[in-house]
């Protein structure tokens, strides 16, 4: 069985810091995961993917996560948050034809 | 390339009544997903169809949903009767990949059902 933990329900970060959201994954067999952002009143987006080839993963608007298979991680970063990064952001994992999310991360960004 | 399309973007009915929702998915995406989605928590996978078959519908609720793609293309899912814990926001998602893999999904806007 699949299941995915995103650990803090809530992130706040000063604009231009660090932002840093968690993700562990429980996976029986080599997973697929991604990150998803979801804006106010719209569908989710797809922000980046893991597929067993690189281990260090680039997307859109600046983000990158790194698979830590030893940690069983998939931690999304951005060196410098904008104002327009607020949002809620989901964790997932696709492993044997089955799609789980994660209950999500709203990210704040102070001014 | 147009997204994937959902109708309507909010209802709201009262408990015991019926409710349809619709769902176009982007042309040539095989796959379509419907998820329920409860508020503070992650979208719930409730039904994925292939084509116009069911690949997975364990997690729907089948005394009271169900969920129809007759023609491999548009998609119809429905609630009845409704109750209070079907308020959520259903969201449809589409994806090209015709098998399980790294296939990317595409998510439409959503439609956020209140049922009082």
């Known amino acids: 069985a699949q299941s995915v933990t995103q650990l803090g329900s809530h992130v706040s970060v000063s604009e231009g810091a660090l932002v840093l959201l968690r993700c562990n994954y429980s996976s029986s067999v080599p997973p697929y995961l991604f990150w998803y952002v979801q804006y106010p009143n719209q569908g989710l987006q797809l922000l980046l993917k893991y597929t067993s080839a690189a281990t260090l993963v680039k997307g859109i608007n600046g983000f990158e996560a790194e698979f830590k298979k030893s940690e069983t991680s998939f931690h999304l970063t951005k060196p410098s948050a904008h104002m327009r990064d607020a949002a809620e952001y989901f964790c997932?994992?696709?492993?044997?034809?089955?799609?789980?999310f994660g209950t999500g991360t709203s990210l704040t960004v102070i001014p | 390339e147009a997204g994937v399309a959902q109708s309507p973007r909010y209802k709201i009915i009262e408990k015991r009544q019926s409710v349809a929702f619709w769902c176009n998915p982007i042309?040539?995406?095989?796959?379509l997903y419907w998820y329920q989605q409860i508020l503070g928590q992650g979208p719930k996978l409730l039904i994925q169809?292939?084509?116009?078959?069911?690949?997975?519908d364990s997690q729907l609720p089948k005394d009271r949903f169900s969920a129809e793609r007759l023609k491999g293309v548009d998609s119809t899912l429905k609630i009845q009767p409704a109750k209070l814990e079907d308020s959520a926001v259903y969201l449809c998602?589409?994806?090209?990949?015709?098998?399980?893999?790294?296939?990317?999904?595409?998510f439409g806007p959503g439609t956020r059902l209140t049922v009082l």
């Open positions: 169809f292939q084509n116009n078959g069911v690949v997975d």
């Open positions: 998602a589409s994806s090209f990949l015709t098998s399980g893999g790294p296939d990317t999904q595409y």
């Open positions: 997932a994992v696709s492993a044997s034809n089955q799609f789980y």
């Open positions: 042309s040539g995406h095989a796959t």
